[in-house]
Every structure is written in structure tokens, then in C-alpha cells.
């Protein structure tokens, strides 16, 4: 994944914010990075304008050799499959069963049934939900909620996983849980995960490599033992 010039200014009445400013980076394949600063560094406006959830306002975005910022909105619906995205707070789809949101995404994609119910059943063996494919969102744990969204994400064989915040609403054991999945999945699919978060503990557990975010900016760069032993 290559940035470069990275920009987002969100145009209010009055005032224009910019939550993303001259952002240049390059992620290595299979890595897992993380990206910590506090609320309102602009992480998650970040993250967003990887899949262009938000346009960005300039600069360019390379993910697996194709660039992500040239793409008209049809190249875009198709490059998406290939950008995973779970989120904080699930964005399940709440009147489907598990195993119907882990197929929507493979139903968007014109995924044939069988197939589909093929991989359904693969994905929820992954993510370990085996027996809970006919719950209903509400009826699970935010531990099992989040990982229908892992599963979900997943769904498409996607080369990125982008995570904001993904355990930030969960308890520290439910968080450890999600966690050694991602690592799981990082190493059984050799995917690239970027991770945003606002605490030290997750990024400690299992990133490489990190960023730290400060009004929009990447103010310290490199190796997660370096990063967070400097003064
Ligand atoms: P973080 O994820 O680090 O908490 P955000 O990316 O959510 O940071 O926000 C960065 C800045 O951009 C904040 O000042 C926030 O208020 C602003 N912002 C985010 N989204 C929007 C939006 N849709 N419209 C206007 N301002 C926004
Ligand atoms: P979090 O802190 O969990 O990242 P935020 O408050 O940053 O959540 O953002 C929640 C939603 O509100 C996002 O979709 C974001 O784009 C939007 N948002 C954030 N700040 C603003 C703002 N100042 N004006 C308009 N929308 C905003």
C-alpha cells in the first residue's frame, strides 16, 4: 500500500477542518500496521479514504498495484472486494442472520448459491461461529458480533483488511479473542491488515510496524519496540 500527499479537508460553513494533511506512507504486503493517536487525530478519516468511503481531497492511493484514487465508481465497486473493512461498532445488518450478512457481500459480488453457501460455511468456521450461522445479530456477544464482521470482511478474499476501532466497544478478554484471530487470519491468508485504534495495548499485542497520528499528520513512524520505548 503506497500514499502519497494524502489530504482531507471537510468543508464547513464557516471554517474548513483538515483531518488528514500531506499523509505519506508505503505499508508492506502481509504486515500488520497499526495506527494510534488520540480522538479526533484523524484516524478514522484515514482509513475511510483507503476504500474512498471518503473522497479524498487530494493525493494518491495505491493498494496492490492499482491506483485507488484513479478509479471511476464502477473500477471502484469491483476494487472494493479487495478491502475489507470491519468497523467499532459492527454495522451488522440487523434483521439478517449471521450466515445471511456473511453472504451479502458474496451476493453483491454475484457469487453463484451454492458457491456462496460453500464459502459461508468456510468463513464461519474461520472466524469460530460454527452453530450460530441461524442467530439473529442481537442474539450474540460483541465478541461473535465482531466476528461476523471479520467473516463478512472477508468474504471476497480480500488482499486488505482495514479495521477501525474494531475493538474498542469489546472487554479486554473479548479484545485479546478478536485480536489472536487477526493474527490467525494474517498469517492463514498472508492479508495486510491496517489497524487504527486509540490504545497502546492493541497495538503492543500484535502489530509490527506503527504510526502515530496527531492532527491529521504522521508524527513518529517505525518499528512498534522502537516507537514506544523513545521518550
Ligand atoms: P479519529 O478517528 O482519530 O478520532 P476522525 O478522523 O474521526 O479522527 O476526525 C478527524 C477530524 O475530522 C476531527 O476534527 C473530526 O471532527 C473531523 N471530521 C471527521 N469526519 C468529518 C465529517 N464528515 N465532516 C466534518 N468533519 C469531520
Ligand atoms: P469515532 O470517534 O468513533 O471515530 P467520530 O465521532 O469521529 O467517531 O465519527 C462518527 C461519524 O461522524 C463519522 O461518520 C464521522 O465522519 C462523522 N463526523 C465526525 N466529526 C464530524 C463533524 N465535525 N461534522 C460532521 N460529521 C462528523
Redesign the pocket.
Known sequence: ISIEGLRKV?K?NNND?T?VDDLTLTIPEGEIFGVIGY??AG???FV?LLNRL?EPSSGRIVIDNQEITALNSKQLRLARQGIGMIF?HFNLLWSRTVEANIAFPLEIAGVPKEERARRVQELIDLVGLSGREKAYPSQLSGGQKQRVGIARALANNPKVLLC??AT?ALDPETTNAILNLLVDINQKLGLTIILITHEMHVIRKICNQVAVMEQGRIVEQGNVLDVFTHP
Request: net charge negative.
Open positions: 471537510f464547513l477542518i483531518a480522538s479526533g484516524k478514522s478519516t475511510r471518503e467499532q477501525d476501532e474498542s
